[in-house]
Structures are given as structure tokens and as C-alpha cells.
């Protein structure tokens, strides 16, 4: 069982960068893919970004591509998503998951794992 625990979201005005921490335990972290998607209300989960398990390969949705990027340390178990240039329009849950087949995938549902979510709130 993989256990997911994301950090490091908050309040930033519009223009503004955060930094998120997507720590995994119970599994071999460096086998798995990993994504970030977010959430906002009323809408269905969107994919944000992807990365592959060595972290050689990348993905990002075309709204947040130059804006946002994705990372890992296998070391320490943990994926990243720098945030920069932050819109209102970026306000929503983010979550990572956790692909076991090691495939950058874009679909919530090829994830076998996930964290609670972090808030993210861009204010104008």
C-alpha cells in the first residue's frame, strides 16, 4: 500500500509561485510514475503534469506549460510541482497520484494512488 501526503499549498496573489511536496511511503517510490492534478469546484479533476519514474520524461497540460514544473528525488520519496506566474484560474484541490505501471498517463483513472490534496488559492 502506498501512502501519499502533499504539502505546501496556501494563499498567493496572482503573479505569485508556490512550491509543492508530494511525499510518498509504503511502496518503492522510484518504480512508480507520478501526476499532479487539481480540482476546483464543481469541475472534474484536471491533469496538471506528469513524470515518469526515473524523471527523464515530462507532461503538462497546455494551460500551465512555461508556467509550471514537475520534479523528483527518488532519494527522498518525494515529487515536486513548482508553480510560477500563478492565475486565479489556477485555485483549486491539487492532488498527486501515484501510476504503478510507470507510464505517464494524463487520466485519473490509470492512477492507482492517491493524497488527500492540498488547497490552492490565487487571489487577483
Known amino acids: 500500500q502506498v501512502q501519499l501526503v502533499e504539502s505546501g499549498g496556501g494563499l498567493v496573489q496572482a503573479g505569485g509561485s508556490l512550491l509543492l511536496s508530494c511525499a510518498a511511503s509504503g511502496g518503492t517510490f522510484s518504480s512508480y510514475a507520478m501526476g499532479w492534478f487539481r480540482q476546483a469546484p464543481g469541475k472534474e479533476r484536471e491533469f496538471v503534469a506528469a513524470?515518469?519514474?526515473?524523471?527523464?520524461?515530462?507532461s503538462y497540460a497546455d494551460s500551465v506549460k512555461g508556467r509550471f514544473t514537475v520534479s523528483r528525488d527518488n532519494a527522498k520519496n518525494t515529487v515536486y510541482l513548482q508553480m510560477n506566474s500563478l492565475k486565479p484560474e489556477d485555485t483549486a484541490v491539487y492532488s498527486c497520484g501515484a501510476d504503478l505501471r510507470r507510464i505517464i498517463s494524463r487520466i485519473p483513472g490509470e492512477y492507482d494512488y492517491w493524497g488527500q490534496g492540498t488547497q490552492v488559492t490565487v487571489s487577483s
Open positions: 513524470i515518469s519514474w526515473s524523471g527523464s520524461s515530462t
